[in-house]
């Protein structure tokens, strides 16, 4: 580059789904922490050291966590199996879900016999009532809007930006240092067992990162959506 050139370069963003097209200078991105490398495009770059920042956030973030809030569109498949797993296995901090879209009156057949084959009880399963973000009340409103530094994991992008002013939010595979969405396989046609186990996954990390002493693991390796 020539001295003093000032070279502008297309971000791809942080959604992988949305491109931002917002020109950034050098001096910029380097300034946000960026690294350049020769060869790889600058969007491309640019999303992999955000991703990776957001990583370590979530990670301070949950060394300080007193509630967690699993969000997904309809709180009866997916954040609702990760509400009842933390719980039964043993979560030491407040859990519970909501959604944000479909206020829906119990969990789906398939998520209570995913559950149930991972010895969930009865009697968590009976208890447990979908809730919508709006319906959120009391104690749980106060965290969904970031108190006892809640950490709200979302199922995808679009949860995301359905929170509130003041939520603290992440992907929840971002647990495993991935910022992939979860698909519904209600509404989108994701396989139910794969979409539990992706689910369980996580959940089984937080739950590891909240022990007494967490002993080190490798990451499961990333499979495809089928």
């Known amino acids: 580059m020539v001295a ?17 097209g917002v020109p950034y200078g050098w001096d910029i991105l380097a300034a946000w922490g960026c690294r350049v490398i020769p060869g790889y495009p600058l969007g491309i770059t640019m999303r992999a050291s955000l991703d990776e920042k957001r990583t370590r956030d979530l990670r301070a973030a949950l060394a300080g966590a007193g509630a967690v809030i699993f969000v997904c569109s309809g709180n009866m498949v997916r954040s609702a199996f990760a509400e009842l797993l933390a719980r039964h296995l043993g979560l030491r901090i407040a859990v519970a879900s909501a959604a944000t879209t479909y206020r829906n009156a119990g969990l789906l057949g398939e998520t209570a016999r995913a559950l149930r084959t991972r010895g969930v009880s009865e009697g968590l399963l009976h208890s447990f009532r979908p809730t919508h973000l709006e319906d959120l009340s009391g104690v749980w409103s106060d965290r969904l809007s970031g108190a006892d530094g809640t950490v709200v994991l979302c199922m995808s992008e679009a949860h995301l930006r359905a929170l509130p002013a003041g939520a603290r939010g992440w992907l929840l595979e971002e647990l495993l240092g991935r910022r992939n969405e979860i698909p519904d396989p209600v509404l989108e046609g994701a396989s139910f067992d794969r979409t539990f186990a992706r689910v369980a996954a996580c959940v ?5 990162r909240f022990e007494p002493h967490p002993v080190p693991r490798g990451i499961p390796p990333e499979e495809p959506d089928r």
């Open 4 to 20: 003093g050139e000032r070279k502008l370069a297309f971000c791809g963003g942080i959604s992988p789904r949305v491109g931002l």
């Open 204 to 208: 089984e990390e937080l739950v590891r």
